[in-house]
C-alpha cells in the first residue's frame, strides 16, 4: 500500500516568486492537510481539505492557499513567497481522527 | 488556548527505558498522538490513545494518560541506538493536529 507522496522533495525559490506543492494521499483518505515545520515555530497547522472541501484553516496569512481535487490529490500554494516561508512542508492523510494521519516525506522550500 | 509542551532533550544508555512526557491543555481533545521523526523525514506515528483510555501497549511502547493532570507520556522499552530521533506528541479535538516542540532523544552506547 503506497504511503502519502509529495513532491517534489526539495524545492529552492526566490522571494516575491509563487510555488505549488503536490500531496497524494493513501488510497481511499479522503481527508489531507498541510502542516508547516520550522526551527522556530515548530509544527503548525496549514489547513485541511476532504472531499475538496476546506474544513479548517489555521492562522497564516491568505498567500497560503490549498485546493483538494476530486481524486483526493491536494495541493498548496504560496504566493509572493518570504524568506521566512522557507520551511519543511508536511502533508497528511486520514481515514479518519481514530486512525491517525499518516505524513508524507515533506517538501523542503528554500526562499532566497 | 490550546497548548501541547514538552521537555527539549533526554539522553539514555542503550538497553534503558525513555520516558518522553507532555503536557496538554486542551481538556476537549479525543485522540492523542505519538510521532517520530528522523531526520531529513517526515513524521511517523507511533502510537496514538483515546482520551478515555489510561494506558496502551504496543510492543516496547507504552503510553500512559492522565486526564486529570493532563499529562501524557510515552515509554519505550529496551532503548536502542536506532530509537534515537525527535518525538512528538500531538492532541486533536477537530480535524487538525496540535504539536508539542518535540522531544530530542539520544540514545548513548
Known amino acids: 500500500k503506497a504511503g502519502v507522496t509529495q513532491t517534489p522533495r526539495y524545492l529552492i525559490k526566490t522571494r516575491g516568486q509563487q510555488v505549488t506543492l503536490s500531496c497524494s494521499p493513501i488510497?481511499?483518505?479522503?481527508?489531507v492537510s498541510w502542516y508547516q515545520q520550522t526551527p522556530g515555530q515548530g509544527l503548525q497547522f496549514l489547513f485541511e481539505?476532504?472531499?475538496?472541501?476546506?474544513?479548517n484553516k489555521g492562522n497564516f496569512p491568505g498567500r497560503f492557499s490549498g485546493r483538494q481535487f476530486s481524486n483526493s490529490r491536494s495541493e498548496m500554494n504560496v504566493s509572493t513567497l518570504e524568506l521566512g516561508d522557507s520551511a519543511l512542508y508536511l502533508c497528511?492523510?486520514?481515514?479518519?481522527?481514530?486512525?491517525?494521519?499518516?505524513f508524507g516525506s515533506g517538501t523542503r522550500l528554500t526562499v532566497v | 488556548g490550546e497548548d501541547v509542551e514538552q521537555s527539549l532533550f533526554l539522553s539514555v544508555r542503550e538497553g534503558d527505558s525513555s520516558v518522553i512526557n507532555c503536557t496538554y491543555t486542551?481538556?476537549?481533545?479525543?485522540?492523542l498522538y505519538w510521532y517520530k521523526q528522523e531526520p531529513g523525514a517526515g513524521l511517523q506515528l507511533l502510537t496514538y490513545?483515546?482520551?478515555?483510555?489510561d494506558m496502551k501497549q504496543d510492543q516496547r511502547l507504552t503510553v500512559l494518560l492522565n486526564k486529570k493532570d493532563k499529562h501524557l507520556s510515552l515509554r519505550i522499552a529496551d532503548t536502542q541506538t536506532g530509537d534515537s530521533a525527535i518525538y512528538f506528541c500531538?492532541?486533536?479535538?477537530?480535524?487538525?493536529?496540535?504539536f508539542g516542540t518535540g522531544t530530542r532523544l539520544q540514545v548513548f552506547p
Open positions: 490513545i483515546f482520551s478515555n483510555m
Open positions: 500531538a492532541e486533536t479535538n477537530t480535524d487538525k493536529l496540535i
Open positions: 486542551d481538556s476537549s481533545s479525543t485522540y
Open positions: 488510497s481511499g483518505h479522503r481527508s
Open positions: 481539505y476532504f472531499s475538496e472541501t476546506q474544513r
Open positions: 497528511a492523510s486520514s481515514l479518519d481522527t481514530s486512525y491517525g494521519y499518516t
